[in-house]
Structures are given as C-alpha cells and as structure tokens.
C-alpha cells in the first residue's frame, strides 16, 4: 500500500525541523522523516543571528530561543599587534546581539514547536530512493528492514551536505576545499573572558575564537590553512594554541568534545528539480566564519514553508515556487561569496596577507563605518 501525502521532508535537523513547523502552522499537513533513530546530541551550529530572531518572533517561538540561549553583545578582535572590540548595539533590530545555544538544544526546542503544533519527526527512516511521478514524487523509505513506498505532492530534502535527495535529484554539488583543516571543541574554561563576548585571535598559524554558551562552557574553533590538525584534541593541545594565540586569561579545564574537519565551499546548481526541492546544507556549505550556515538554511525552509502553504491552500500558483529558487540561491551565492572572502582574509597563510590582517584588519575593525556595514550583512537585518 502507498501512502499518499502532501509534503514529504527529509531531514530533522534545524532546517527540516522549521520547514515542518511552518507548514503545520500555516495548516498544511507533512511528513517529517530522519535516518537516525534519536535526536542529535551534539553541538555543531552555535549562532542564531538577529535577523533569524526576527523571524522567529514572527512564527511564534522567539521568546522561547531568548530564554534558552547565552548573549553575545560584541567580539574582539586581537593580532599579536592590536586588539579591537566591536560592538553589536547598532544592529537595526530588538535583537542586537547574537544568541549563542548548541544546535541540540535548537533542535529541542524546534522539535517541541513542531509536536505542539500536532507534528511528529519519524525517525530510523532513511531515504532509499525517489522518482517523479505524475503529480508529484514517489519515495522508497527503508525501516526496521522493510522499504515502505510513500507518494508525495512536494519533497524537500534537508538532509545536509551529503544529501540523498540531491543525488537522487541528480542536482550538482559543485565547489572546492580549503587548503589545511580546521578543529571544534566545545570546553570548560576558567577565563576572565566575558560571557558576552566573542573573541577571534589571529596569528602566523591560523585563527583561534571561542565563543561562550555560559559562563564556563565555550566552543573553540582552530583553523590552520598550513596544518593538518589532530581529528580531536587534548587539553594540553588547546591550551597551548590559546597561549600561542595570546589568550593569556583563559585555562582549559576539561575538554568536553572535539572534532577536526576540512573547511568547504560548495554550492548546489539548482534548489528545484521538478516537484523536488533542496534547502539548507543539502544547498550550501561554507567556512564557519560568521556563523552564517544554519541561519541561511532557516531562511530558506521560512520562505519555501511559506510557498508550498500558499500553493497547496490553492491562494497562489504553483509557479510562485519558481521564486524559491530564484530568491534563495542569490543569497547563498552571495553568502558563499562573503564568507570566502572572510576565511580567506582570517586564515590565507601568504605571508604577504598574513602581514595585512595583522597591520591594517584591526584597524579597519575598528572603524565603525567598515565593521557596521559588516556586521548588518552577518546578523542578516540588511
């Protein structure tokens, strides 16, 4: 027997979460299905950024992000010649800060508006395999050893960077790496280091930050364009990047978890193939510079949700989901582009360039005509 649905999604990460949401909130129905058999544990995406939160306020669930997550007001900037302080109080919105929550925790609290919304995420589901067929699209599922057939209207994969749903869509994923690799560690520190404030050291080895999710808990990232980094790290190894990086105040106590990772620029060539759609990962990735990945990918379920709802209450037609795509690939494009040129100022080892971001970034940083329009740009309000 085939089960006959509206919108099929694939993926309950924090974009197919948010898709799900949204069509249940706008009345449509959907399934959310998810290849493994529990809600992620780890941390991975930390930033929500302004202009999310003011889409979060509209969809209902701000308050709920504002109570859970620590606020960054600011980061410094420090090269071993100068250190600046940029502030976010000039963001145009009542959310001028930076939210900083672990991605499970972000998934928790997505998940939770999806359930009290009437919506379910199925996990232990993995996409087999999926063709169009008239009217829509129909997808093999694999659980518990059997494939049950499921034929939907729509399909989105949000199934990240190695998507299913791409592949299956055959939609190119084309782009590069970046030269050398780069760490993340989420620790407990003792650090005089505010708890609201992030920090970006940059040096001859590469970029240190740490950002803080409370007041001794924070998320180091190391990238090194010239090195290839241990695939995790121990204490001793962190604390001697801090010290080279000349984060004096701050002492590693225990090293909670750690994972080494190539930095990737790529771009899917379309978001759209027939009746099938791709949002977040599965579209963009990009250095983790800026914070910018799960946000964009927010944005892209927020506008798709909004479409497929208008289409399917038979208020639009359905060529208002050629928009999607034309909207929404800009901006990645123009994301990707942005944070190229950030990774590559941070991190590129030219000594010629090493010797720039040292001498003339802070500077720059500090000049409040060049780091607001920056800023506007990152916190996704411009």
Same mark, same amino acid.
């Given at each position: 027997m085939i089960a006959e649905i509206e919108t099929l999604v694939v993926g309950a990460g924090p974009v197919g979460l948010f898709l799900a949401a949204e069509l249940h909130r706008r009345g449509r129905?959907?399934?959310?299905?998810?290849?493994?058999?529990?809600?992620?544990?780890?941390?991975k995406a930390l930033a929500v950024m302004p202009g999310t939160m003011e889409m979060f306020e509209r969809t209902g669930i701000a308050?709920?992000?504002v109570a859970a997550a620590n606020r960054i007001d600011g980061v410094r900037f420090t090269t071993p010649r100068r250190s600046v302080y940029v502030p976010f109080a000039g963001i145009p919105s009542a959310y001028n800060y930076v939210?900083?929550?672990?991605?499970?925790?972000?998934?928790?609290?997505?998940?939770?508006r999806l359930r009290e919304l009437g919506g379910e995420v199925l996990y232990d589901r993995a +996409?087999?395999? #999926?063709?169009?067929?008239?009217?829509?699209?129909?997808? %093999?599922?694999?659980?518990?050893?059997? &494939? !049950?057939?499921?034929?939907?209207?729509?399909?989105?994969?949000?199934?990240?960077?190695?998507?299913?749903?791409?592949?299956q869509a055959g939609i190119d994923f084309q782009g590069r790496s970046y030269p050398g690799t780069a760490l993340l560690a989420d620790v407990l520190v003792d650090t005089d280091v505010p708890v609201?404030?992030?920090?970006?050291?940059?040096?001859?080895?590469?970029?240190?930050?740490?950002?803080?999710?409370?007041e001794h808990l924070r998320r180091i990232v190391v990238i090194a364009a010239r090195e290839v980094l241990p695939q995790?790290?121990? +204490?001793?190894? #962190?604390?001697?990047?801090?010290?080279?990086?000349?984060? %004096?105040?701050?002492?590693?106590?225990? &090293? !909670?978890?750690?994972?080494?990772f190539r930095v990737h620029r790529r771009i899917a060539s379309a978001m759209r193939c027939g009746n099938v759609f791709l949002a977040g990962d599965s579209v963009h990735t990009h250095s983790p510079v800026g914070g910018q990945g799960m946000n964009i990918g927010l944005h892209d379920a927020y506008s798709l949700g909004e479409k497929l709802a208008r289409v399917l209450d038979g208020k639009a037609p359905a060529s208002l989901l050629d928009a999607y795509e034309r909207e929404r690939l800009t901006v990645a494009r123009s994301v990707l582009r942005r944070t190229d040129v950030l990774t590559r100022a941070l991190a590129h080892p030219n000594p010629l360039l090493r010797l720039t971001r040292e001498r003339i970034a802070p500077v720059l940083a500090g000049m409040p005509a060049i780091?607001?329009?920056?800023?506007?740009?990152?916190?996704?309000?411009?």
């Open positions: 129905s959907c399934v959310l299905l998810e290849r493994s058999n529990a809600p992620s544990t780890h941390s308050q709920a992000f939210s900083i929550l672990p991605q499970w925790k972000t998934q928790a609290l997505l998940e939770a +996409l087999v395999s #999926l063709i169009p067929v008239i009217g829509g699209v129909e997808a %093999r599922i694999e659980h518990a050893g059997d &494939v !049950l057939t499921m034929r939907a209207r729509y399909l989105v994969g949000c199934d990240g960077i190695a998507s299913t749903v791409r592949e609201n404030e992030a920090r970006v050291h940059v040096n001859a080895r590469g970029v240190v930050t740490m950002f803080p999710m409370d995790s790290a121990r +204490l001793e190894w #962190l604390e001697e990047r801090l010290r080279d990086a000349r984060y %004096r105040e701050t002492r590693v106590v225990e &090293v !909670l978890w750690s994972n080494a780091y607001r329009r920056m800023i506007r740009q990152l916190s996704l309000t411009a």
